[in-house]
Nanobody, 120 residues
Framework: QVQLVESGGGLVQAGGSLRLSCAPS????????MGWYRQAPGEQRDLVAV???????NYADSVKGRFTISRDNAKNTVYLQMNSLKPEDTAVYYC??????????????WGQGTQVTVSS
C-alpha cells in the first residue's frame, strides 16, 4: 500500500510565500513523475506543476515564474515553493505520484490535499 502525505498549506497574505511538501511512503519500488494539482471550490482539478524522475519540469502558465517544483529522490519527497501568491491561488492542493510498487504494479496515487488560502 502506498500513501502520500502532504504538509505546508495554510493562510497567507497576497504576495507571501508557502512551501508544500509531499512524501510518499509504503511499498515503493520506484517513483516516476510527481506533481501538484489544485482544485478551487466549484472548479475542476488542474495541473500546477510536474517533475519527472530526471528533474524535467512543466508548469501551468498561471504559476510560471512564481512557483518552483523540486524533488529530493533520496527522501522520496517533492516540494512546491510558492512565491508572490495571489488570491486566485486559493485552492486545495493535491500531491500526485506515478509509482511502481514492490509488487511490480504501477499506479497513480494522490494525497489527501492541503488547503492554501491567500487573502487580499
Amino acid at each position: 500500500q502506498v500513501q502520500l502525505v502532504e504538509s505546508g498549506g495554510g493562510l497567507v497574505q497576497a504576495g507571501g510565500s508557502l512551501r508544500l511538501s509531499c512524501a510518499p511512503s509504503g511499498s515503493i519500488f520506484r517513483i516516476h513523475t510527481m506533481g501538484w494539482y489544485r482544485q478551487a471550490p466549484g472548479e475542476q482539478r488542474d495541473l500546477v506543476a510536474v517533475i519527472t524522475s530526471s528533474g524535467s519540469t512543466n508548469y501551468a502558465d498561471s504559476v510560471k515564474g512564481r512557483f518552483t517544483i523540486s524533488r529530493d529522490n533520496a527522501k522520496n519527497t517533492v516540494y512546491l515553493q510558492m512565491n508572490s501568491l495571489k488570491p486566485e491561488d486559493t485552492a486545495v492542493y493535491y500531491c500526485n505520484a506515478d509509482i511502481t510498487t514492490r509488487y511490480i504494479t504501477r499506479g497513480d496515487y494522490w494525497g489527501q490535499g492541503t488547503q492554501v488560502t491567500v487573502s487580499s
